[in-house]
């Protein structure tokens, strides 16, 4: 049997001291193991620096570090997180039953039974209807469409699908959106049916919707909808059969949320949001351009008025527009929207009257407000209000609180005593000041459009956008004044009718 070798001397050991060289090696390995260990090999590579190696302590010194840093970082993650873009900004969707809204839509024959008019066609392309057709080029390709003035829930709902910030936890919401197509439901129901009928579906949304949880948290304070008529639609404040409406809103459940719709009522949580409009751009560029042109465009004729007079309301001063504008020669253009003279739903014959004129009349019509309003605002044309219902106490979340720096003011308190002349007030005004003014109302563009659904803002909030921030901004005030321990309902739904008189707006007259 071969001898062992020695370690140390290279020479043959006899097996005597076998025991004894076993504790010696061992020993000797563990010392060589821990030196390979320590070894520090990045300096068999070549590196292009000059700076020299670090020792085998200030390697320890600096992996301890790292390990501390790390400690350190996740501590201030769990602490202080990263901030969410959607903080405040979460809106839950509810799922309603399909009787509240899409089979409203698949029955869309029967929404306006009683009348002459189809609204199917109006139900294309996310609520906006038909493109239209323009082969004079008056309007953009492919963003302008014939857009029903009533179809403002189904816009609103489809641009709520896209709405970036949806959750599908309720408990992250700051909002509860109920999409409910209030007015096309009631609609329906208008003419020939009585007040069981008109209320049915209110109160069947209403018994749904306090069964889920949600409601609780709030109350349904945290809760809103959007309606495509005036919010006078559906407030009827009696149960007689001859009157007008549904009582939606003043079932008690319904008191406790808001709703947004084309006119406010006098009640606080009713909400003006602009009504939709024919143009829905896919693009900044596309509000650019068509911007542009408004700019560019030579206006012919100094005030414009599209609409019929309004003979059965005695106080109504359309007549006296029209006889004015008449008496105008060359210098005001009458577009007479009655009985069906002029198609005044194509926006093509409406922006070729407001997009050559200076001003546009937007006297009340059956209700304060009107789309016409909208509609001048797209074409750059300064518009003339003549009562404040119309647009000063309506649409906070969309116009300039400074009604002067896009608007003329001509107050018609009683149109017996009225004998100002229209043309003579508006040549008044310098043109130094209509420059101003026609460059705010062109600045306003984006925010009474309600854009395609696929649009991105970039910074340019539309109609919808605003609507929903304005919104949260409500119910924010609601919450707070509920974590203070106080009635969240004290001014919530209370009445307001000094918002429609002339004196909160005396200022914001012509001088």
Known sequence: ?????????????????????????????????????????????????????????ETTQNSVSRESTKDVNLSRLLDDPLPDSCSGRYIYLHDLPSRFNSDLLESCSLITRGTENNICPYLENFGFG??????????????????????????????????????????????????????IDMSRYLWGFNITVRDSSSHELMDWLVKQREWSRM?????????????????????????????????PESQNMSMMSIESSSWNNDYAIPYPTCFHPSSVDEISEWQDRMRSQKRRYLFAFAGAPRPEYKDSVRGIIIDECLESDDQCYLLDCNYGKVNCDNPVNVMKV??????????????????????????????????????????????????????????????????????????????????????????????????????????????????????????????????????????????????????????????
């Open 219 to 251: 109350s349904g304070r945290d809760h809103f909808f959007v309606a495509g008529r005036i919010a006078w639609d559906f407030r009827r404040q009696t149960d007689n059969e001859s009157d007008w409406g549904s009582k939606l809103r003043f079932l």
């Open 354 to 511: 407001f997009r050559n004129s200076v001003f546009c009349l937007q006297p009340p019509g059956d209700s304060y407000t009107r789309r016409s309003m909208f509609d001048s605002i797209l074409a750059g044309c300064i518009p003339v209000f003549f009562h404040p219902g119309t647009a000063y106490a309506q649409y906070k979340w969309h116009l300039p609180k400074n009604h002067n720096s896009y608007s003329v003011y001509l107050p018609v308190k009683d149109v017996k005593e009225w004998d100002m002349k229209i043309k003579e007030r508006l040549l008044e005004i310098s043109e130094e000041r209509v420059v101003k003014l026609r460059e705010e109302v062109i600045k306003l563009i984006p925010s009474v459009v309600y854009a395609n659904p696929s649009y991105g803002s970039e910074g340019s909030e539309d109609a919808f956008e605003l609507a929903v921030k304005g919104m949260l901004e409500k119910i924010e005030e609601v919450r707070e004044v509920m974590r203070q321990g106080k009635d969240g309902g004290e001014w919530f739904d209370d009445r307001d009718d000094y918002k429609y008189t002339f004196a909160p707006y005396e200022a914001q007259v012509l001088t």
């Open 130 to 183: 038909p493109e239209i057709q323009d082969p004079d080029n008056i309007l953009l390709k492919q963003s302008w469409f014939v857009t029903n003035q009533f179809m403002l829930e189904v816009i609103f709902h489809n641009k709520m699908k896209k709405y970036t910030c949806l959750t599908h936890n309720s408990s992250l919401a700051s909002a509860v959106f109920i999409p409910f197509y209030a007015g």
């Open 1 to 57: 049997m071969e001898k062992p070798i020695s370690v140390v001397t290279g020479k043959f050991r006899s097996s005597n001291n076998n025991h004894s060289n076993v504790w010696f090696v061992v020993p000797l390995f563990i010392l060589l193991c821990f030196i390979l260990l320590c070894f520090d090999y990045s300096a068999l590579y070549i590196t292009d620096t000059d700076e020299a190696a670090p020792s085998f302590s």
